[in-house]
């Protein structure tokens, strides 16, 4: 599945002048709402943020976010925090980025940690409700430069049998 080995982080943004369409947009989004989750829970909500003042906000966090200031749209996954949740909220993570690798559109996940109020400032910034975390940002836009696809293999990483 080449788009597995073609996703890559976008650490630097995008081409800032490219839109992604709303049909595109809501593609990507589906991606992520039919991901599998435990007992079908479905423990996120997507806050979709393309609004420029916003984007420049999330962008200044810190290094580690700047690619959000050249996204057309930055994705805030948030997960109701429940036994299985963080696993869900992971796979719809990925079926969003493979879904935008799809449509050749490039993308940034990005951790939410709890260091140096990150966690609030973003909260607080995009309204999201106590009982929600802000599990992950994914930065969405058209590639401004070219990265080569992955092409991982360790077989060392395998474990026949037992550990
Ligand atoms: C949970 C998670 C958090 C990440 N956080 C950041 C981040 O805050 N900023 C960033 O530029 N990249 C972040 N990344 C991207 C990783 O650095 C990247 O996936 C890794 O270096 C492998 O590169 P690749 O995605 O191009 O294969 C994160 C990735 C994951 C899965």
Redesign the pocket.
């Known amino acids: 599945m080449d788009e597995i080995y073609k996703r ?2 976008y ?1 630097d943004g995008f081409d800032g002048t490219k839109k992604i369409s709303d049909d595109d947009i809501n593609a990507i989004l589906k991606a992520g709402m039919n991901a599998p989750s435990a007992n079908d829970t479905q423990p996120w909500e997507f806050v979709l943020i393309n609004d420029a003042e916003k984007l420049q906000e999330l962008s200044s966090l810190n290094h ?2 700047r ?1 959000v200031g050249t996204s057309s749209h930055t994705i805030i996954v948030c997960m109701k925090p429940d036994i299985y949740a963080g696993i869900d909220c992971g796979i719809a993570v990925q079926n969003i980025v493979l879904q935008a690798a799809h449509m050749d559109i490039g993308s ?4 939410v940690h709890d260091n140096e109020g990150y966690q609030q400032k973003i909260k607080s910034l995009l309204n999201i409700p106590d009982e929600y975390i802000a599990y ?1 940002m994914i930065a969405l836009g058209y590639p401004a430069e070219t990265i080569p696809p ?1 092409d991982k293999w360790y077989p060392e990483k395998i474990r026949l049998n037992s550990f």
């Open positions: 890559r982080s650490h580690w976010t690619a940034l996940i990005m951790g992950s992955n």
